[in-house]
């Protein structure tokens, strides 16, 4: 009868010390590291596990996939993140082309009072030729800006 209890104690203990150990950091990277790439949000994150800490690394399109990269890679046995990823930055607005807002710099001129300017844009930037009257010079400039243009080369002559 003791021998049966003793067994069955070393059993019992034997079974209680695996279950405690856990996974190692390798399987846990692994987990990561699987759930990171199974979605596309997350597939261009890396993971890397110590003490069971996993710390993600990479660059995604935006906040949203930021938080889920952090949650895919919190899998069972990982007892925190630490979240490194970047967020690209959005493309530079695209600056219409030059025949296209040209035309929208003259019209915006001609609603201002800017009779007998010249437009020349090249490469998105508009250069402003002719004569104004000094009271309209501000008002034709800011019609210029708002087209959005890269630079507006002011070679107006006041008179």
Known sequence: MKIRFLTIATVISALFLVGCWGKS?????????????????????TV?????????????????AKA????NAKTEGIKSVVNNVTVKPPPPAASAPDTELKGKVEEAIKKA?????????KDGVVTLRG?????????????????????????????
């Open 48 to 64: 890397s596990v110590k003490d069971g800490v996993a710390t993600i690394t990479g660059e995604v399109a935006d906040d949203a």
């Open 68 to 71: 889920k990269a952090e949650a």
């Open 113 to 121: 009072g800017g009779d007998g300017i010249t437009v020349e844009v």
């Open 25 to 45: 950091d390798a399987d846990l990277q692994k987990a990561s590291a699987d759930k990171l790439k199974a979605d596309t949000t997350t597939s261009g994150v």
């Open 131 to 159: 004569s104004i009257a000094k009271d309209k010079l501000a008002g034709i400039m800011k019609a210029a800006q708002e087209t959005k243009p890269k630079k507006v080369d002011n070679q107006l002559q006041v008179k």
